[in-house]
């Protein structure tokens, strides 16, 4: 498991973020705080405080294909 933090700073960024990880067949989580939201999930990303970094939780050991894309994203 890899974890990282990104910063979603619009809805675009949010649309973006959610066709990178749908392309990956292994789970990935968003956390805020207590919550914790599937990162394919829109609405699920909507649901958390946008206004500061979230927590990303790649459960594969191998990720860098999807790291590379996140990275203009990860703070």
């Known amino acids: 498991m890899k974890t990282f933090d990104i910063l ?3 809805p675009e960024d949010v649309k973006n973020f959610v066709n990178i990880a749908t392309k990956y067949d292994f789970d990935i989580d ?3 705080g207590r919550y914790v939201v599937d990162a394919k ?16 939780e790649i459960h594969n050991d ?9 990275e203009p994203y990860i703070q």
Do not use: F, N, P, Q
């Open 8 to 10: 979603l700073r619009s």
């Open 62 to 70: 191998d990720c860098s294909a999807l790291e590379a894309e996140l």
């Open 30 to 32: 968003l956390t805020s």
């Open 41 to 56: 999930s829109i609405m699920g990303i909507y649901s958390l405080d946008l206004s500061k970094a979230v927590k990303v």
